[in-house]
């Protein structure tokens, strides 16, 4: 779905659509560029979700060091994408508790199959006293086997003597008593006995193979074997326990190795980071920013002064444009439009307060004085947002004032001589003196990109009284409109320029020339930035660049007007 996604830090946060399918995050430009592939995708296999702690909008997707921000419409919409994101994680088999203990098993059992013969063969591999040993282990193994079969045939045929032993016994029991020989014979078969009863008597049949059997000898074999066995299992262990030390240093060798690389690595990771994600919205202008003041004012100043020698390089290559500067009568009339009233009341309360002098008004700093340029500003705060009034006046020589409002006023030059402006566009005209401005200023990072939609009018001003110089003024203040806006933060303005034309009469007969033309200048800002920045960025900001701005404009006229035709 269309989600807000942070772009870079030149463009910010910007509309992308974006979508969840097959445990992957890809985004596109727009819906509608979909079949020509997307910007970017992410595998949520290993993704860490992170909802922001300020935005409540917002929510952060990183997978090793790549960051995603996105910004949902509202906290629903975010808890939506964050439960539909682990959803397709667990579906997919990844992160879930269930898919760890399967592959966890898999593995342990695979571990348990194959790792002590795997172990067992490093070991003959790397020792050779104990694989002698086995060896040695492995032929008493054989001549103990051949030992107990032949010991378990003798006792099988001992078994069975014992047995027909007592068969013959009872046999001989059961017969007539009185009928015994009185004799011996000579195989004894029959013996009187002390008592005067016959008692027959036999002896045990030697049982099949038990004659070749020595059963001294095999037990004596047997006892050798036996031994020899516990001597090399002793000296097995012993060797293994000497083994298992040396492998146990070496272990622990190659774990303070891995330790400092993964502690290596963390380090170089997080300081990859903090670079990379430098320009992220987490390093932007606000309350919350993690740039501190300094970092931040030294960033804006760099970008700056980037932006001076782009600047500089542009003014070799510019074009001059041929704008003829209508006559004046034209723009002292009062508009009908919806906002003339409005036009009217700014105008004159320019008109009463702006021209008023500064000199005996302490809150009132001057704070630039270059030649025949002041800068004066007032320090005012509402709500931690500096909103200080700026006012500067000047003189210039060989330009009227109707040229020098013609040049600020006309937005088919604005681009000649504004370097702050990325783009802009007439919304509305009002009226030939009156038109609705939008435009987007050039953002300088961290601070956040300001836009401006205000009503630029030009008038001039009816003298009063024959000793009155010819005034012109611009005035520039934001009004409301349908127009629509993107993610920059609007800017509030109320600017004013207010320029008088003074002519030194020419000597003798002479027709009157630009060098008996002098213009004073007033400028008056009060711009409200929309958000919150470090006051005292601000202020150097402003120190720096309304200086700069008057003279960049007001050579830029000296240079259209030089050779043409004085314009009154």
């Known amino acids: 779905g269309l989600s807000c996604f942070w772009t870079n830090y030149i463009h910010g946060w910007q509309d992308r659509w974006v979508v969840l399918k097959n445990n992957t995050l890809s985004y596109y430009k727009s819906e509608d560029e979909r079949e020509y592939g997307c910007r970017g995708s992410l595998c949520l296999s290993k993704a860490i979700i992170t909802p922001h702690e300020f935005d409540e909008c917002r929510i952060d997707i990183s997978v090793n060091d790549s960051v995603w921000y996105l910004r949902a419409e509202d906290p629903k919409h975010r808890l939506r994408w964050i439960d539909s994101i682990e959803l397709h994680k667990v579906e997919s088999g990844y992160g879930s508790e269930s898919s760890?203990?399967?592959?966890?098993?898999?593995?342990?059992?695979?571990?348990?199959?194959?790792?002590?013969?795997?172990?067992?063969?490093?070991?003959?591999?790397?020792?050779?006293?104990?694989?002698?040993?086995?060896?040695?282990?492995?032929?008493?193994?054989?001549?103990?086997?051949?030992?107990?079969?032949?010991?378990?045939?003798?006792?099988?045929?001992?078994?069975?003597?014992?047995?027909?032993?007592?068969?013959?016994?009872?046999?001989?029991?059961?017969?007539?008593?009185?009928?015994?020989?009185?004799?011996?014979?000579?195989?004894?078969?029959?013996?009187?006995?002390?008592?005067?009863?016959?008692?027959?008597?036999?002896?045990?049949?030697?049982?099949?193979?038990?004659?070749?059997?020595?059963?001294?000898g095999e037990a004596i074999t047997f006892k050798a074997t036996t031994a020899g066995i516990l001597s090399t299992l002793s000296h097995c262990i012993e060797l293994m326990v000497k083994r298992e030390d040396s492998w146990q240093k070496r272990l622990d060798k190659e774990l303070e190795k891995r330790r400092r690389v993964e502690d290596a690595y963390k380090s170089a990771l997080s300081e990859l980071k903090k670079k990379s994600h430098y320009g992220g919205p987490d390093y932007e202008e606000g309350p919350n920013s993690l740039i501190n003041e300094e970092e931040f004012f030294d960033a804006v100043e760099a970008a700056l002064d980037r932006q001076d020698k782009i600047e500089e390089q542009s003014e070799k290559v510019r074009i001059p444009r041929l704008t003829p500067v209508p006559p004046g009568d034209a723009y002292s009339v009062i508009g009908t439009h919806r906002f003339a009233?409005?036009?009217?009341?700014?105008?004159?309360?320019?008109?009463?307060?702006?021209?008023?002098?500064?000199?005996?008004?302490?809150?009132?700093?001057?704070?630039?004085?270059?030649?025949?340029?002041?800068?004066?500003?007032?320090?005012?705060?509402?709500?931690?947002?500096?909103?200080?009034?700026?006012?500067?006046?000047?003189?210039?020589?060989?330009?009227?004032?109707?040229?020098l409002c013609h040049y600020f006023w006309d937005t088919d030059v604005r681009n000649d001589w504004e370097t702050t402006i990325e783009n802009f566009n007439v919304v509305e005209t009002l009226s030939d003196n009156a038109v609705i401005v939008y435009q987007t200023h050039k953002r300088v990072w961290p601070a956040s990109q300001r836009d401006v939609l205000y009503l630029s009018a030009i008038r001039k001003i009816l003298a009063t009284n024959e000793n009155d110089p010819d005034t012109w003024l611009v005035c520039n203040f934001s009004v409301d409109h349908d127009n629509p806006t993107n993610r920059c933060i609007r800017a509030k303005i109320n600017v004013a320029m207010i320029c008088q034309t003074l002519v030194s009469p020419p000597e003798g007969n002479k027709e009157i020339s630009r060098d008996n033309v002098l213009c004073k200048i007033t400028y008056v800002a009060n711009v409200n930035p929309g958000g919150w920045a470090p006051a005292s960025v601000l202020r150097a900001v402003a120190k720096r660049e309304y200086p700069k701005f008057l003279k960049r404009f007001t050579g830029y006229v000296q240079e259209k007007t030089s050779g043409k035709p004085i314009l009154f």
């Open 100 to 216: 760890l203990r399967r592959h966890g098993s898999m593995l342990s059992l695979t571990s348990a199959a194959s790792g002590f013969s795997a172990t067992s063969t490093s070991s003959f591999k790397k020792g050779h006293s104990l694989r002698e040993k086995l060896a040695e282990m492995e032929t008493f193994r054989d001549i103990l086997c051949r030992q107990v079969d032949t010991l378990q045939k003798y006792f099988d045929g001992c078994a069975d003597g014992v047995s027909k032993d007592e068969f013959q016994r009872d046999k001989v029991v059961e017969e007539d008593e009185d009928d015994f020989p009185t004799s011996t014979r000579p195989n004894g078969d029959c013996l009187h006995n002390n008592n005067g009863s016959k008692e027959k008597l036999f002896l045990p049949a030697s049982p099949k193979g038990m004659n070749g059997i020595d059963f001294k």
């Open 341 to 403: 009233k409005q036009v009217e009341d700014v105008v004159q309360n320019h008109m009463t307060y702006s021209l008023q002098d500064m000199g005996g008004d302490a809150n009132w700093q001057l704070v630039v004085e270059e030649g025949e340029m002041k800068v004066y500003r007032r320090e005012v705060e509402e709500n931690g947002i500096v909103l200080d009034p700026l006012k500067a006046t000047h003189a210039v020589k060989g330009v009227t004032g109707h040229e």
